[in-house]
């Protein structure tokens, strides 16, 4: 680590002494201000007397820097062969990263967190080629009012492709934009394929989602229309909801319960029954959000029905309700039942339970093969006894993050965000500097997501729909 530490020093050196060579109008511009900034120049070269206009300066290194042109398209330049690079316009864009709603950081928490945007920002204009991951970066600028990410989605949203018009839809809903709150006139003036101009996006983007052809978009559409609350999309989404195909019905009942609709609680508890996962989890879900005397006494009717992890989902329930009898079930889970007993332990540790929290730290502390499935136990583990009150749990986090894998970065990034502690903020800090984008975008997501509430709420609502 130290010898990293050391090469990346000389690196950053050796691209500051070089570009220090290079005339930069106007004066007091430097390249260190311009990378990243998504400020446009023009690079003359050496000798020739050329120009290359309308570039973006992404990338500094020690012999040369990298610039994107109008299509996205990226192009080393060396310093030895620039003879000028022009600001146009004549000064530099800020970098800054101003969100619209923040908690109160201090400086180190504030610094991760305009990275966290500059990193966004990069992706943004880097990924013309990875839709998904655009759609993702715009959103995170969107936070902060970016004109560019904005206009880009509202295209995109009025594409005229179910499955695109979806993704962006949810990226504005993301960002907080009211475009998606349904009968909200369209902004732009050209609407695109997908409508006319002025005609709300929602319900046209939902109402077609929920009428295609293909599965994953109707269940996308599903999500998309609970997340925004469209009352137009109700007697479909009642339909998809007693469909047998878990991949439409679990979705479905998600977003009604986001949007309140009690009517949904007999199916709930018929999911619950079932042996397929997903619909298991999305009742689990609705039902504990639904909480109330009622639905605790109709699940503990259903308890000598269930039988291993059916009736567990049930315990599930009644303990996250605070119910006296789930508490007991739960502890008996624990101490009598193996192959329940580690997810057990981990709902009684949030809660503080020591022999649960004994439980995980005995576990934690097992040399163990590193899969994908033990890494994933370490994380919820962490989380549990971070939730607990034991901190020695973001440890753990930090040391699944040193492996490198980029599925097991992705779940310690979704824990951060369930966690919410500003403190966990640095833990953000390695993969935002992935050269994995898709990490470093989650990574961005997750830091941003500790500085503004609002979006981590709307965040912890997506993902709840899916």
């Known amino acids: 680590m130290r010898t ?10 050796a691209a500051a002494a070089l570009g220090q060579q290079v005339r930069i109008t106007p004066a007091g511009a430097t390249l260190e201000t311009l990378a990243g900034s998504g400020t446009l120049v023009t690079v003359v070269i050496e000798g020739l007397g050329a120009e290359d206009p309308n570039l973006r300066i992404v990338e500094l290194f020690p012999d040369f ?16 062969s620039i003879q000028e690079i022009r600001v146009q316009g004549g000064q530099v864009e800020k970098k800054t990263f101003e969100l619209a709603h923040t908690r109160m950081l201090r400086g180190p928490e504030l610094e991760i967190v305009q990275r966290a945007g500059a990193r966004a920002r990069a992706i943004f204009h880097e990924s013309a080629a990875d839709q998904t991951l655009r759609i993702n970066a715009a959103a995170l600028l969107l936070l902060a009012g970016d004109a560019e990410a904005r206009e880009y989605l509202l295209r995109l949203a009025r594409s005229g492709d179910s499955a695109t018009e979806i993704e962006a839809a949810i990226a504005l809903y993301l960002a907080g934009d009211p475009a998606v709150r349904p009968g909200t006139p369209y902004p732009l003036a050209a609407s695109g394929a997908g409508g006319k101009a002025g005609d709300p996006l929602i319900p046209d983007i939902t109402r077609r989602g929920l009428e295609h052809s293909r599965r994953d978009v109707r269940g996308r559409a599903a999500a998309l229309a609970g997340l925004v609350n469209d009352e137009a999309s109700l007697l479909t989404l009642r339909r998809m909801a007693s469909d047998r195909l878990a991949e439409l019905c679990a979705p479905a009942a998600r977003a009604l319960v986001h949007m309140e609709q009690r009517d949904v609680i007999p199916r709930l508890l018929e999911l619950i029954m079932e042996r397929d996962k997903a619909k298991g989890e999305a009742a689990i879900y609705g039902l504990t959000k639904f909480g109330d005397a009622d639905i605790v006494s109709r699940v503990k009717a259903q308890l ?7 009736q567990f989902r049930l315990v599930r329930v009644l303990f996250a309700l605070g119910d006296p009898e789930g508490r007991t079930l739960m502890v008996q889970t624990l101490q009598d039942i193996p192959t329940l007993a580690h997810l057990a332990a981990l709902y009684l540790a949030e809660q503080g339970d020591m022999d649960a929290k004994v439980y995980l730290q005995r576990r934690l502390d097992k040399r163990e093969d590193l899969t994908e499935e033990n890494m ?9 006894l971070i939730l607990g009150g034991d901190h020695t749990g973001a440890t753990v986090l930090a040391e699944l993050l040193r492996q490198d894998n980029e599925t097991i970065t992705s779940k310690v990034c979704a824990a951060i965000v369930d966690l919410g502690r500003v403190s966990l903020l640095t833990l953000t800090q390695p993969p935002l500097e992935s050269g994995k984008q898709k990490v470093a975008i989650e990574a961005a997501a997750a830091a941003i997501s500790l500085a503004d509430q609002d979006f981590r709420e709307r965040l912890l609502r997506y993902r709840a729909a899916l």
């Open 4 to 13: 990293m530490t050391i090469v990346g020093i000389l690196v950053l050196a």
């Open 376 to 384: 994933e136990y370490r994380a919820n583990a962490a989380s549990a």
């Open 304 to 310: 000598p029905l269930g039988t291993g992890e059916v």
């Open 65 to 80: 820097l990298v610039a994107l042109d109008e299509n996205n398209e990226r192009t080393p330049y060396l310093y030895s």
